[in-house]
């Protein structure tokens, strides 16, 4: 295996970058640390130097995970003339996430940890105070009474349960073939229908 030459700090950026090629690759069961170590071109004890365990890998990566989808949300613009736009837009952007990275996305969402680090517990409330302050200022706009919360927790379960849906079965293909609609279509009149 060729070993490549890393100045200070570089290394656990590295394997951090392999470790995402290969959770695009397969799913984070399906991944070693030697796998890793292989793509990262070190040993695989040059892996367990800046992690401990294949856990704590798993973890940064979900980590990751939802700082990028609140990356993504945080980027559409509140506009309050017209804020069902918004709240679409919001949405879509989720369900768009989730299909594109589905094995960061059953990452995130469907693996129990008995104890989170820090770094990923305020990942996962960062992103979930953005839809938090998204529900807000959409209910605010259409000058709505509704418990923020509530309304958020509608909408998240809304998207996510698409989301599972396109990631898990083949019902949004074959509603999309009926519809004669693509998946992201039939999000959208869905998102629309909610509001």
Request: charged share 30%; proline share 2%.
């Amino acid at each position: 295996m060729k070993r490549v030459s890393y100045h200070h700090g570089d290394l656990k950026n590295s394997i951090i970058k392999s470790c995402h090629k290969l959770l695009q690759k397969k799913g984070a069961a399906d991944f070693s640390l030697r796998e890793v170590a292989t793509l990262s071109g070190v040993s695989h004890a040059a892996v367990y130097r800046h992690f401990q365990d294949k856990e704590e890998v798993l973890e940064i990566l979900s980590s990751i995970g939802f700082d990028r989808l609140g990356s993504l949300q945080k980027k559409i613009p509140q506009i309050t003339e017209n804020p069902d736009e918004y709240f679409v837009k919001l949405g879509l952007v989720y369900i768009q996430f989730a299909v594109k990275n589905p094995n960061y996305y059953r990452l995130m969402f469907q693996t129990k940890r008995s104890n989170e680090s820090s770094v990923l517990k305020r990942s996962k409330i960062k992103s979930y105070a953005i839809l938090v302050r998204g529900c807000r200022f959409y209910l605010k706009a259409k000058r709505r009474k509704d418990n923020r919360r509530s309304f958020a927790l509608m909408a998240w379960s809304l998207v996510h349960g698409y989301s599972n849906l396109c990631i898990e079965t083949d019902f949004p293909d074959t509603e999309s073939r009926t519809l004669k609609k693509s998946k992201m279509e039939i999000a959208e009149d869905i998102l629309r229908f909610a509001i």
